[in-house]
């Protein structure tokens, strides 16, 4: 090779080393934001997983009141006419 071709294949071996280095900073750039999304989508998903679990006991806490409120009524009910055919009322 002459001096000429010496220096351009340098050259071009140079760029390319140059253009693989920022590729591979570009690349561990944007696996870097990404891995921060998921762990901001992650940590959210999980508050939300929480609320939507808290509002699911709420709701069956509220359920559970109104069934067992109906259930002391009507076994009241019951014992009120229970008592009063024993009492010949």
């Known amino acids: 090779m002459t001096a000429v071709a010496n220096q351009t294949a340098s050259e071009l071996g140079q760029n390319a080393s140059s253009v693989l280095n920022n590729a591979g900073d570009k690349v561990g750039s944007a696996l870097g ?32 009141k109104k069934v067992g409120t109906g259930a002391a009524d009507v076994l009241s009910n019951i014992s009120g006419e229970i008592k009063e055919g024993i009492n010949g009322k």
């Not at 934001?33 to 959210?44: D, F, I, R, Y």
């Open 33 to 64: 934001e990404l891995k921060q999304n998921m762990s901001e989508v992650g940590t959210e998903l999980g508050q939300n997983m929480s609320e939507v679990g808290t509002e699911i006991l709420n709701k069956t806490e509220e359920a559970a």
